[in-house]
C-alpha cells in the first residue's frame, strides 16, 4: 500500500497531481494562501511546499563556489541571496496547511535538512518529497526516510546508480514505500530532454510506484507520462507569472493547470482496464459487421458459388469463416437475393 492521505496510489485510478508552490508567492502570505485555493480549483489532489531557509540550504558565501553562473534563470546572484528570495517562512507553513487541508487538499513538503524534517514532524505532513538536488545526500534520505511515511523522490540530477543509492537508503531504514519522478532539471525543460521512457525503465527496474516531476512548458509531457503509467504528477503552479519571483518562468497558471488536469482524467477513462468484453454500444453495433448472404437469385438444386454467395454487411447469416464450407453446396430451395444465408438453406 502506498497512501497519502486519504490518497492510495496504488488502488486509486486517478493520477496524484501536486501542484508545486515553491517560490510563487513572493513573500505574500495572502498570495499563498490564493494560490491554495487556486490550485484547489484547477483539480489538484495535493499542494506541496518547500521547507528550508538560506541557513539550512547553503552558506551566506558570495565566493566563486556559491556564485550562480551556470547559464539558469537565477544567475547573477549567490545561493543565499536566492534562497533568501525564495523560501516560503516557516511560520507560514501550519497555517497554510490548515488552509489547504480546509480546502480538501493534501499537503505535505519537501525538507533539506534535519532540522525541516523535524520541523514537518511536528506539522504531521502525511509525506515526503526529496528534491533532485537532494538525491545525493545519503543520510538526509535515511532520515526522512526513518520516519516511516511514503517518500517521493525526483530523480533529475541523479545518475542509475545514485537513483539506486537513494532507493537502498530507504530501504535500509525499514521504509520501501518509495517512488521515483523522472524529472530534467532545467528551468524551463526542453520537450526533447523528457526522455520519458526513463520514467518506465525506473518502474521495472526499481519497483516502484513511477510519476514526472515536469519542468516543461506546456501540458502535453505531463499528458504523455500518465499514458505511459505515471502515477504522480508535480507541476509547478502559479497565479499569475506576473508575479514575479524565482520559478515564475516555468510554473503553471491556474487556467493551464486546470486543462492539463482536465486533460489527465481524460487520457486515465481511455486508459481503462485490460478487457476483451464487448461494450453494450461495440455489441450492439456487430450489427453491422459481415456475414454470408444470397447475392443473387438461385433456383433450387443450383450450386453455390462465389458469385451467388458473398461475404457482406451486415450480420445476419452466417459468419464469413463458413464460407469455404458452403461452397459447392446445392440450394433446397429457391433463394432470393438478399437473403441472410442459414444451414437450413443448403445441402
Known amino acids: 500500500m502506498y497512501k497519502i492521505g486519504h490518497f492510495d496510489l496504488e488502488e486509486s485510478r486517478n493520477t ?13 502570505f495572502e498570495i499563498a494562501a490564493q494560490t491554495i ?7 489538484a489532489d495535493a499542494i506541496k511546499f518547500q521547507t528550508y531557509t538560506a541557513d539550512t540550504i547553503t552558506l551566506d558565501c558570495d565566493n566563486e563556489f556559491f556564485q550562480i553562473k551556470q547559464g539558469t534563470l537565477w544567475d547573477g546572484t549567490t ?3 536566492l534562497y533568501q528570495q525564495a523560501y516560503t517562512p516557516w511560520e507560514w ?3 497554510l496547511k490548515q488552509i489547504a487541508e480546509e480546502e480538501g487538499l493534501i499537503c505535505f513538503s519537501s525538507p533539506f535538512d534535519k532540522s525541516s524534517v523535524d520541523f514537518l514532524e511536528k506539522m504531521e505532513v502525511p509525506a515526503y518529497k526529496v528534491a533532485s538536488f537532494e538525491i545525493t545526500d545519503i543520510p538526509l534520505i535515511e532520515y526522512i526516510a526513518s520516519k516511516g511515511k511514503p517518500v517521493i523522490i525526483s530523480t533529475g540530477i541523479a545518475e542509475l546508480n545514485e537513483i539506486q543509492e537513494a532507493v537502498e537508503a530507504c530501504h535500509r531504514v525499514g521504509n520501501s514505500q518509495v517512488a521515483l519522478l523522472k524529472c530534467t532539471s532545467a ?13 518506465v525503465d525506473m518502474k521495472s527496474r526499481f519497483n516502484t510506484l513511477v510519476g514526472l516531476s515536469d519542468h ?9 507520462a500518465v499514458a505511459l503509467g505515471a502515477s504522480i504528477i508535480e507541476k509547478h503552479f502559479i497565479l499569475d507569472r506576473n508575479i514575479g519571483g524565482p520559478d515564475a518562468a516555468f510554473s503553471m497558471e491556474p487556467d493551464a493547470f486546470k486543462q ?8 486515465e ?9 464487448l461494450s453494450a454500444k461495440s455489441r450492439n453495433n456487430r450489427h453491422f459487421s459481415r456475414s454470408l448472404f444470397v447475392a443473387e437469385d438461385i433456383r433450387q438444386g443450383e450450386i453455390l458459388s462465389e458469385t451467388n454467395i458473398r461475404s457482406v454487411r451486415p450480420a445476419n447469416g452466417l459468419p464469413p469463416k463458413f464460407l469455404p464450407d458452403v461452397l459447392g453446396k446445392k440450394a433446397t430451395k429457391d433463394l432470393k437475393k438478399g437473403t441472410p444465408l442459414d444451414w437450413s438453406l443448403f445441402e
Not at 16 to 28: G, M, T, V, W
Not at 187 to 199: F, I, K, R, S
Open 16 to 28: 496524484f497531481i501536486i501542484a508545486e508552490l515553491s517560490a510563487n508567492h513572493n513573500q505574500d
Open 37 to 43: 485555493r487556486a490550485a484547489k480549483e484547477a483539480g
Open 79 to 81: 545561493l543565499h541571496k
Open 93 to 95: 507553513q501550519p497555517k
Open 187 to 199: 528551468y524551463p525543460a526542453p520537450v526533447e530532454e523528457a526522455n520519458l521512457l526513463t520514467m
Open 216 to 224: 516543461t512548458m506546456g501540458p502535453e509531457v505531463s499528458i504523455t
Open 260 to 267: 492539463m488536469v482536465d486533460s489527465i482524467r481524460t487520457v
Open 269 to 277: 477513462k481511455a486508459l481503462g482496464n485490460v478487457t476483451y468484453e
